[in-house]
């Protein structure tokens, strides 16, 4: 797909169907039921005489077996699909183990799973490899073990871990590298798929004076037998949104606190750490956080507040949750390490949500800025070299690395072109006001942005020019919606 054609797609399908994607309804309560409406797909696309399909997604359950002694993780998995092509076609999801091969299509078909790439090389992802009709499907995947241990850049590693006796599974995700989110372990949609999600959770033959739990920002059901664990996620979540770790409760130390919103909530917090210090440093750094960013944002968008500290995971946000590192030797929250941009995050990333990865610039910027300080430009320069931010393919889901600083530069400047009206804060709260709890792409945000200065034509004039060259490297971007 060419560059043009792409920017046409985006015109049309970001530029008016996302329009209905913004306008859904609040997300559910984690362990809540309900449906989600659709968000514009990628265009299909040919491979070897087939048509590769994007699906809805009803509803989808994973059973992860951990066998302790055994050293030994499955998992099985199901899937409730719509196909809404009239004319059927191969669909399209993503699971990254390789031994996840074979899916059996009601009941009846069984099919191989291929890798493909997209037309444009930006995204590889699982093909069901035969043709289904249009309608309800049920999907049943074939029992595949996950690789134990973990490699940097190695997305076949799927993180699960048996040392010293003992075991641990995290859900590890990073929005900046491919294929890095739920996929690396079970199968999934992508992230305009957003259904509801059951992980259920057994643990085997664990050694004596071990403590097997689930942390999760699901709701948990606990078996009768204190070893099976049933974790419930609301259909407002999409494949990044959804943590779980595995683990035995005796290696960690936890801490609990409260939070008072400036809304009058109570909002529960739970850290936990190796360390107990940690743990309760967690604690008193989430209530500082939260309290910052509600006086610039306002209420803080969730019911509670879970984080994870320390392992040689990269810090990563979730809806409610967060993974960070943790640094006591410190003297300030703001030192300590990564968990104010988490934290952040909760606002802009996991209430008001990129549609793709196309749009995940945008609330990495946003962190970046708050990290730097809030800087405000002193003038404006256009003629640097900039990688595009928003990138012309429909079928991107990673974010880019330059997302951080070079998204961080734009507010700067939009920041002194709005000086004497507040800078852009003010309008940054007020556009997560309008999208919380619902899907946004690039070309809306940038709308939104535009309006502050609808009265300042010269000034509306200067944003377009920052967009063209900071936002999309110099190309005209798509048509605003009207």
């Known amino acids: 797909m060419t560059r043009a054609v792409a920017w046409m797609w985006l015109a049309a ?24 409406a ?16 994007f699906m809805e997604i009803a509803s989808a359950e994973v059973t992860l077996t951990i066998d302790v002694a055994a050293k030994k993780a499955m998992v099985k998995a199901h899937m409730d699909i719509e196909i809404l092509q009239p004319q059927g076609g191969s669909p399209v999801l993503d699971v990254v183990p390789a031994a996840a091969r074979l899916v059996t299509v009601d009941d009846e078909q069984k099919l191989p799973l291929a890798e493909v790439t997209s037309p444009d090389g930006a995204s590889t992802m699982r093909m069901i ?4 009709s249009q309608g309800n499907h049920a999907l049943d995947f074939d029992e595949y073990p996950l690789v134990q241990g973990k490699a940097e850049n190695d997305t076949n590693i799927e993180g699960i871990e048996f040392r010293r006796g003992s075991f641990d599974f995290l859900t590890d995700q990073d929005d900046t590298r491919r294929r890095f989110f739920t996929e690396r372990y079970f199968p999934s949609g992508f992230e305009r798929n957003r259904y509801p999600f ?16 689930v942390m999760s920002n699901g709701r948990k059901e606990v078996g009768a037998d204190g070893r099976s664990f049933t ?14 770790q595995v683990l035995d409760r005796n290696r960690y130390r936890f801490a609990a606190g409260e939070y008072q919103s400036v809304d009058g909530r109570t909002i529960p917090l739970t850290a936990y750490a190796a360390v107990q210090a940690d743990a309760d440093l967690a604690i008193a750094d989430t209530a500082f956080f939260l309290e910052e960013l509600e006086a610039d944002y306002g209420p803080y968008p969730h019911d509670s507040f879970l984080v994870a500290i320390g392992g040689v995971n990269d810090p990563e946000e979730y809806v409610g949750a967060a993974q960070s590192d943790l640094d006591a030797s410190e003297p300030t929250p703001e030192s300590r390490g990564a968990l ?10 996991r209430s008001a949500r990129p549609l793709s990865g196309r749009d995940g610039w945008v609330d990495e910027g946003i962190a970046q ?17 900039y990688a595009p931010l928003a990138v012309a393919s429909p079928y991107q889901r990673h974010t880019p690395d330059e997302s951080y600083d070079q998204g961080a530069e734009v507010l700067a400047n939009l920041d002194l072109l709005l000086k004497d009206r507040g800078g852009i804060k003010p309008v940054l709260k007020a ?28 000034r509306r004039e200067e944003m377009d020019r920052i967009f063209r060259a900071k936002v999309y490297a110099g190309d005209e971007p798509p048509a605003p919606r009207r």
């Open 129 to 132: 490899d035969g043709t289904l």
């Open 38 to 53: 659709p968000a514009p797909a990628p265009p299909d696309f040919p491979v070897n005489g087939k048509s590769a399909i």
């Open 198 to 213: 059951t992980v259920t959770v057994v643990v085997k033959n664990p050694a004596r004076g071990q403590e097997p739990d």
């Open 431 to 458: 556009f997560h006001d309008q999208f919380r709890d619902k899907l946004y792409t690039t070309e809306e945000y940038l709308d939104f942005i535009r309006q502050s200065a609808a009265d300042l034509p010269d």
């Open 369 to 385: 800025w708050r990290d730097d300080g809030y800087p405000r430009s002193r003038r404006i320069r256009l003629d640097g070299q």
């Open 340 to 349: 104010g941009h988490e934290v952040l995050h909760q606002w802009f990333g």
């Open 13 to 36: 399908a970001l530029g008016s169907a996302c329009s209905d994607a913004g306008e859904g309804p609040p997300a559910e309560k984690p362990g809540d039921g309900g449906s989600v």
């Open 231 to 244: 974790i419930s996620y609301p259909a407002g979540f999409s494949t990044s949104a959804w943590f779980l």
